[in-house]
């Protein structure tokens, strides 16, 4: 660790955080370590540092590549710096495919020449050379589509769906103004989403059926090459994850034989409309890959802040976010800067000399892009869960936490020790608000915690969950699991998902604001007398 030596309070003085069992209300905040925090978090941050670290250093993280085993490395490497505790590997099980591209790129030989900017759809298989073939417009959304071009692709470079206009207008960045955070203004995309989630599961599972159908058909037709718009962010950003396709590629029974192509949106929807016109526009395209293990194991990264008090020290406050990432851009805002915060905020505890009583437990979790398979295999591993069920609509969900429960909580061994689950997955904004999933106890003890934090721009406690992600792994079996309210900034219009996923998306300040927030609520967390509050 940088700051082995432990030090006194800023702006107190000799006062030192020596460990002592002394009673806490955990509603009543500590001002003298809040202080403490914010002194070192924002004015000595080394938050930027580790995230630039990770996003030019090792760059994508796209689970099962080579590049992810060196984000394992990277990870412990400075878990090893920071002086936490045992960094280890724990495994999440075989995943899949090792797998990265090589090489990307394609052209429109006719009826003009065009260069356009491409990449290959994650675990695409290779075309072992450059093709080409005529690009061909083709809507595939329903059986009698598949039975309507039955006979009719083979040998094509289809381009697969209509393409997707980038927004015109509105701001790139995007900043929540107090009003908007204090009004729940802020949060109501959120709350919108869940009042359809019932109908959208339903709709997902028929459509990842659908999906699976459609790859087989154009497998079968034999297509030269399937094309899909990434234009789906701002012009110039390409949104590359495979969701158009479906299923699980990295798996080999679920991976499509046919090599598939995301293209930029202005490009796509050039070719699109040429082929619409009669065109018969010409693609000329090549994708070239590296391939291991076909069972690449996958793991989350951990270790810990031990907790000193003997009665406290085997519960668990876990500091989450994931490591992985797609691998158009180079996973900075998805999600480096959680990655880098959540490492800055065990730092400024070290530095301030914070003792917690309960163990704080950092996990870099491994495979959320591809269904949040960190989370869940930790969970499964030591907390508990829930038998979910299999039938063929639920299984082709892409999280198996949102499938139908069919049998009871099985808890695991540590289940009734664990306090509560932190993760930071919403860019580098920073924090405005909590989400504390539907447990009106936390809220209300969260609102106390806030309430030093105003000048920082933490006004709000939404007592109702957030965008499902990591935290969510946690509330499905009825433990504590708090993610955060942030800034967008261009999150949205310009990252997530996507090729402009890089070190300029984030911001120093509002990763070091939201590196103290979480630092604080880590501490609280592991002082109070009486772990977190359940649903």
């Known amino acids: 660790m940088r700051l082995a030596r432990r030090r006194a309070l800023v702006g107190l003085g000799a006062v030192a955080l020596a460990p002592k069992a002394v009673a806490r209300e955990a509603s009543v905040p500590d001002l003298a370590l ?32 080579p590049s992810m085993r060196r984000a394992y490395d990277w990870a412990l490497a400075r878990m090893r710096t920071l002086g936490l505790s045992d960094p280890r590997l724990e495994p999440i099980g075989p995943f899949g495919l090792s797998w990265r591209q090589t090489l990307a790129w394609a052209r429109m030989i006719a009826p003009d020449q065009a260069q356009f900017a491409a990449a290959a759809s994650p675990w695409s298989v290779a075309t072992r050379g450059a093709v080409e073939g005529e690009a061909v417009a ?28 980038s927004p015109a207008d509105g701001p790139a960045v995007v900043r929540h103004s ?37 790859n087989a058909f154009l497998a079968a037709e034999g297509v030269r ?21 479906g299923g699980r590629p990295w798996l080999s029974a679920e991976r499509p034989s046919f090599p598939a192509l995301y293209l930029d949106g202005q490009a796509y929807a050039r070719c699109w409309r040429l082929a619409q016109a009669g065109a018969a526009p010409r693609l000329a395209l090549e994708i070239a890959t590296e391939e291991g293990d076909p069972n690449e194991p996958g793991y989350n990264v951990v270790a810990e802040l031990p907790g000193w008090d003997p009665a406290l020290k085997t519960q668990v406050v876990l500091a989450g976010a994931h490591l992985d990432s797609w691998a158009a851009g180079a996973g900075a805002a998805d999600n480096a800067a959680g990655v880098a915060a959540t490492l800055e905020a065990v730092r400024i505890l070290r530095a301030v000399g914070a003792k917690p009583r309960r163990t704080i437990r950092v996990v870099l979790y491994g495979g959320e892009e591809q269904g949040l398979y960190g989370s869940e295999a930790y969970a499964r591993r030591r907390l508990g869960w829930i038998p979910r069920s299999t039938a063929p609509e639920q299984m082709a969900l892409p999280v198996e936490g949102r499938r139908a429960k069919v049998g009871p909580l099985r808890k695991g061994p540590e289940y009734e020790g664990f306090s509560v689950a932190f993760n930071l997955d919403g860019g580098s904004g920073r924090i405005r608000g909590v989400f504390t999933g539907g447990n009106p106890a936390l809220a209300e003890l969260y609102r106390a915690w806030i309430a030093p934090l105003k000048d920082l721009g933490v006004l709000a406690v939404h007592d109702g969950p957030h965008w499902p992600a990591d935290q969510s792994t946690f509330t499905e079996i009825g433990l504590p699991g708090i993610s955060f309210l942030q800034d967008p900034l261009d999150y949205d219009s310009r990252a997530h998902h996507a090729s402009l996923d890089t ?23 592991a002082d109070s007398d009486a772990r977190a509050p359940r649903p």
């Open 503 to 525: 070190l300029e998306r984030l911001s120093s300040a509002d990763l070091a604001q939201a590196a103290s927030v979480l630092a604080i609520f880590l501490i609280n967390s």
């Open 178 to 214: 107090d009003e908007q955070v204090s009004r729940g203004e802020a949060a109501e995309a959120v709350r919108a989403y869940y009042r359809t989630v019932v109908e959208r599961r339903a709709r997902q599972g028929r459509e990842g059926l659908f999906k699976a159908r459609r």
């Open 34 to 65: 809040y202080q403490a925090i914010r002194d070192e978090g924002l004015k000595r941050s080394q938050a930027m540092a580790h995230a630039e670290s990770l996003v030019d250093d090792v760059g994508a993280r796209l689970m099962g590549s």
């Open 225 to 245: 090459a399937v094309v899909i718009d990434g234009g789906a962010a701002a012009p110039g950003a390409m949104v590359v994850d495979g969701s158009e396709l």
């Open 138 to 165: 083709v809507r595939l959304e329903t059986d009698e589509d598949l039975r309507r071009f039955k006979g009719r692709l083979a040998g094509k470079v289809v381009l697969l769906g209509a393409p997707t206009a």
